[in-house]
């Protein structure tokens, strides 16, 4: 295939043609196979990824995860993985009086992912549906240049914090584990904070699921 | 009786059943682009496929060079009309051109069974360098999200995002016809298509 077929199928394949350039490189496509079978795998890309996604369990879920490895169910798939391997790897040890952030035995199955998600403003708390049966995979960002253990604290109001310290994924993401029914109703500020450094702090809306 | 392939311009001749098996395969992966749907595509390129013989055969299709756009209109018409109804339509009026059909060369995604093609998938995720390339490609292919919206996710550029979906692309073809050659392998020695084969319409005796 020359550089134009590979400008062209790429180009095709991403829905970047309009029309009339559409149904050209279709045609071109009927007269070449090497071209079709291009195109094939990427629609076999697609079936085969949604179908193990489908098979391990939810639309988002690790399509690789099928042949055993650890999956815990997210609706944010790019951030899922490094999130469910940090889980896996007990990052999460709770230090503060009264409640703790603690690893559950089993993680894997039954978990449910709270994402705090940086790129809303920090003023917009990001809701969440929380079940009281399940426990909860805690992901929030460190914004720290420099390699660091996070401090990261959960506050909600009339309520002993939740505390501990995580190491921030290359994704620049501390994963943390919280208990079944450790999160109630209502708002809660999760604070993320470096050393000496200042806090920072992201509110969330804590919704029970229904 | 006259062969099938006595010479009249893109009338039942070999050359013109050719010039239609050449384009199955782009048939076939235009079909699935559209239908999303392996079984689907099947019975679809067949339909489109005899649909487009008949009308060589019956004379409406006299230009070799028309071909290609007479067939892609077909597999759109066919898509249309599949997504109207739950089943499209069977061509079993046609035993001979069923048997041509079974004895074609078949494309490298047609020799994969569903499980296959999952296992290739995944092998094609776990195969990725780092796990930034894998979060992108689940994120386009499996929760089907926009271009431009997981450049801005990832923080990457036009190029090292084509670069990660071309290399998966690339590599899932490859295997695909790791496995189509492997099943030739399996059953060296089996004949060639008979081709030209005769119709048994009589359209072009």
């Given at each position: 295939m020359t550089a134009l077929d590979h400008y062209l199928l790429r180009a095709y394949l991403d829905g970047e043609l309009d029309a009339a350039a559409s149904e050209a490189f279709e045609l071109l496509l009927l007269e070449r196979p090497d071209l079709a079978e291009m195109v094939d795998a990427d629609s076999a890309l697609r079936l085969g990824l949604a179908s193990a996604a489908k098979a391990a369990g939810g639309s988002a879920a690790d399509p690789a995860a099928g042949a055993g490895a650890n999956v815990v169910p997210l609706h944010r798939p790019a951030r899922w993985a490094p999130l469910a391997m940090a889980a896996s790897l007990l990052l999460a040890v709770g230090v503060g009086g009264g409640w703790l952030l603690r690893v559950p035995p089993q993680v894997a199955g039954g978990a449910q992912l709270l994402y705090v998600d940086k790129t809303r403003s920090g003023d917009a708390a990001t809701a969440a549906r929380v079940g009281a049966t399940r426990p909860v995979v805690l992901m929030v960002p460190v914004a720290q240049l420099d390699a660091c253990e996070a401090r990261i604290e959960v506050q909600q109001p009339g309520r002993a914090p939740l505390v501990t310290t995580a190491v921030p994924d290359e994704y620049g993401y501390a994963s943390v584990v919280i208990a079944a029914g450790a999160l109630q109703g209502g708002q809660a500020l999760v604070r993320v904070s470096c050393g000496d450094g200042a806090a920072a702090e992201y509110p969330i809306e804590i919704k029970p699921a229904s | 009786m006259a062969d099938a392939d006595t010479e009249s311009p893109m009338q039942g001749s070999g050359a013109s059943f050719d010039a239609l098996m050449r384009c199955v395969p782009g048939l076939r992966a235009l079909l699935l682009r559209m239908t999303r749907d392996v079984e689907a595509t099947n019975d679809l390129a067949q339909e489109v496929t005899f649909a487009a013989w008949q009308a060589i055969q019956a004379g409406r299709l006299r230009d070799a060079a028309a071909l290609p756009a007479y067939a892609l209109?077909?597999?759109?018409?066919?898509?249309?009309?599949?997504?109207?109804?739950?089943?499209?339509?069977?061509?079993?009026?046609?035993?001979?051109?069923?048997?041509?059909?079974?004895?074609?060369?078949?494309?490298?995604?047609?020799?994969?069974?569903?499980?296959?093609?999952?296992?290739?998938?995944?092998?094609?995720?776990?195969?990725?360098?780092?796990?930034?390339?894998?979060?992108?490609?689940?994120?386009?292919?499996?929760?089907?999200?926009g271009k431009p919206e997981l450049m801005a996710e990832f923080e990457l550029g036009k190029d090292q995002f084509d670069r990660v979906i071309s290399r998966a692309r690339g590599r899932m073809r490859e295997l695909m016809l790791e496995k189509l050659n492997a099943g030739k392998r399996a059953v060296g020695g089996s004949a060639a298509a008979p081709l030209p084969f005769r119709s048994n319409t009589g359209a072009s005796r």
């Open positions: - | 209109q077909c597999a759109r018409n066919a898509a249309l009309a599949h997504a109207r109804k739950p089943r499209p339509a069977t061509f079993d009026e046609l035993p001979e051109a069923e048997s041509a059909w079974a004895e074609r060369q078949p494309t490298p995604l047609e020799c994969c069974e569903e499980g296959e093609i999952r296992a290739l998938a995944r092998q094609v995720l776990a195969e990725l360098p780092t796990e930034r390339d894998r979060a992108l490609i689940r994120g386009f292919y499996v929760d089907g999200r």
